[in-house]
């Protein structure tokens, strides 16, 4: 059978346990083999001073991910520098996963701006997607991209709890909404409560926790 692998792309800045709990969820419920950790090495979309260099927020998906038997973090963004495309490193591991299917995992607030992302049309073709919900934001907003435009009525059933769970393929793309377990953790939170010294524990790994310390990174 065909390994099918999910792809969680991100600044990381720093992974928590949002990102791991939603990764989680959709690997048990979609049956994926593995979920690729892939921290970009410069997001095209985020503007953000004093951020950690790509390397310190690839080892801190690292020490996130040490131990996990489906978790894996990859360094192919990083590796290629740049800015990180998903389109590009889509394709790059069609190349190198020949046979396998690949699930690109993104929060509802990304998808919500798909439509910016290099190449989107092409890129919703090349692989299937799965959109997580995410405190603050509803899939009804999908509704403003023009390929959803007319899926109203399943948008909403999702974000008043009636599923948890939708699949909808309109123009040839493939995409799997996913109401997860709602935990509200931002990485923007995160470094907000670094910064002014309040606590960070249960919001990530405490092996994070540690890097982020005896770093000094966000203080
Ligand atoms: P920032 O606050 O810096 O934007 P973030 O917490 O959103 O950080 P990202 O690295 O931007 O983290 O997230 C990577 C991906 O994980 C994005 O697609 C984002 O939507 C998703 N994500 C992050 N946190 C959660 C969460 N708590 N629940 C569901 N999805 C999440
Ligand atoms: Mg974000």
Not at 116 to 139: I, T, Y
Not at 143 to 172: M, R, W, Y
Request: aromatic letters at 10%; proline letters at 5%.
């Amino acid at each position: 059978m065909a390994q099918k692998i999910g792809i969680l792309g991100g600044t990381f800045n720093p992974v928590h346990y949002g990102h791991l709990a939603a990764a989680e969820e959709v690997r048990d419920r979609l049956k994926l083999d593995r979920v690729l950790f892939v921290p970009s090495f410069l997001p095209p979309h985020k503007n953000e001073e004093d951020m950690p260099s790509a390397a310190q927020r690839l080892e801190m998906v690292r020490l996130a991910v040490a131990g996990s038997r489906n978790f894996r973090p990859s360094d192919i963004e990083v590796r290629r520098g740049g800015k990180s495309f998903t389109i590009d490193t889509i394709e790059e591991l069609q190349e190198s996963h020949p046979g396998a299917e690949l699930y690109f995992i993104t929060g509802l607030d990304s998808f919500l701006e798909i439509r910016s992302w290099k190449d989107w049309e092409r890129l919703l073709r090349k692989c299937s997607f799965v959109v997580l919900s995410r405190p603050g934001f509803r899939f009804q907003d999908l509704e403003e991209l023009p390929f959803l435009a007319g899926s109203g009525k399943e948008l909403a059933a999702l974000d008043n709890g009636e599923h948890i769970q939708a699949i909808v393929e309109p123009d040839g793309f493939r995409i799997c909404l996913e109401v997860v377990p709602h935990y509200d953790i931002s990485s923007t939170d995160i470094r907000t409560r670094v910064k002014r010294s309040a606590t960070i524990k249960y919001h990530l790994p405490d092996a994070v926790e540690t890097y982020i310390i005896a770093n000094k990174l966000y203080a």
